[in-house]
């Protein structure tokens, strides 16, 4: 039995058509698109955008220098967010809006355990593994509480997590007795800053060892595909020998231990603490880099690496806004316009009529011919 031969300006047309679809289908492509979008935008405005250079820091060490060194530095906290928030999201359906509070709980316990209870410090009082391990231990435990909630007791997760949002920063305040502890071992400061004759900021290698981590455990374990699991049909994975409760406290667990990790970092940067302040507004940059990283909000099936880099977007652009000097107090209007956009452009109506649009070129010469 021979195969008919199609129509040769058929099989011409359809892979131009595929190749188009298989481009905006996949997860990445929006972020790709927003991070060319700005890299050329920015070669436009001014190529020394890019420009890296070496210079002296206030210790007098040589260290690199540069807008592009300052968004994978700057980035590192949010980065470390969004790989747990993506779980969070994946498994729930829901994001967590303590994260921001929740730092600044675990750097206030750092601090504490770094100082001794004391105001100043000039040495830490404490191994600093120490400190940190302890840090990450309690921010686990509020991760657990805010899992808790969600998983066994069926609470939204945004309203679950309000609980800690609002009460976070006043338990953080409370835990060095409403003072500002201030460490000036310069020691302390180096996870935050740079190790001694390594000009490359040191949270960039924090960050990487994370991605490594998380990597590892994706490749090695069943986490993720659980995780999906529970996130697409909770009833079905149940039916298959999961258990949905215990795999969603699992993910709060997890991000609790990479908000630690990034409350560390923060409070390593300057040795000191505002609580007020610290890491604010940080949990609406986390979910919109697991937006712009193509999650699905929703849950189920996710892409860790989407969001890692939707939020190296997200601080190449609030880098971007920096150098031509937007006011700080503007830049949520910014990111209001690219959530607006996410939203539009993810919308299946939009994504509809842009494929017909793609379509309609096609079927036009075709009814010509």
């Known amino acids: 039995m021979t195969t008919p031969v199609k129509n040769p300006e058929t099989r011409v047309k359809r892979p131009d058509e595929s190749l188009f679809k298989r481009l905006t289908r996949q997860q990445l492509f929006i972020p790709v698109a927003a991070l060319v979008l700005l890299v050329l935008f920015n070669l436009i405005a001014d190529y020394k955008f890019f420009e890296v250079t070496m210079k002296e820091n206030s210790l007098g060490n040589p260290v690199l220098s540069g807008n592009i060194i300052s968004v994978l530095d700057n980035a590192s906290e949010l980065v470390i967010l969004a790989i ?17 509070a929740t730092m600044a709980i675990a750097g206030s316990v750092i601090l504490r355990m770094v100082c001794g209870g004391q105001v100043t410090a000039d040495t830490m009082q404490m191994n600093l593994v120490l400190a940190v391990l302890i840090g990450v231990v309690v921010s686990a435990l509020f991760g657990a509480f805010n899992g808790t909630l969600v998983a066994y007791f069926k609470i939204q997760p945004m309203v679950a997590t309000l609980i800690m949002f609002t009460a976070g920063r006043s338990i953080a305040a409370w ?37 490594l981590v998380f990597w590892l455990v994706l490749k090695f374990t069943n986490l993720g595909l659980y995780t999906q699991a529970v996130g697409i049909n909770a009833n079905s994975s149940r039916l298959n020998g999961l258990d ?9 667990v997890i991000l609790g231990v990479c908000v630690a990790v990034a409350g560390f970092i923060r409070v390593s940067r300057s040795g000191s603490i505002n609580y007020s302040r610290i890491a604010e507004n940080i949990e609406m940059d986390a979910i919109l880099a697991v937006a712009l990283g193509g999650n699905a909000l929703s849950g189920g099936k996710f892409n860790i690496y989407g969001s890692i880099l939707g939020a190296y977007v997200i601080q190449f652009l609030t880098t971007t806004l920096y150098k031509y000097n937007v006011p700080s107090t503007a830049l949520p209007a910014y990111k209001a316009v690219v959530v607006i956009l996410l939203v539009v452009l993810s919308a299946p109506v939009v994504r509809e009529k842009l494929a017909n649009m793609k379509k309609a070129p096609v079927r036009a010469a075709k009814g010509v011919s």
């Not at 071992?185 to 960050?207: H, N």
């Open 175 to 211: 835990i060095n007795n409403n003072q500002l502890p201030i460490v000036n071992d310069i020691t302390f400061k180096y996870a935050g800053t740079f190790l001694p004759g390594i000009p490359v900021p040191t949270p960039i290698f924090i960050t990487a060892l994370m991605i």
């Open 84 to 100: 747990g928030m993506t779980l969070v999201t994946a498994s729930s359906g829901g994001q967590d809006i303590s994260v921001g």
């Open 244 to 252: 949905p409760k215990l795999i969603k406290l699992m993910t709060y």
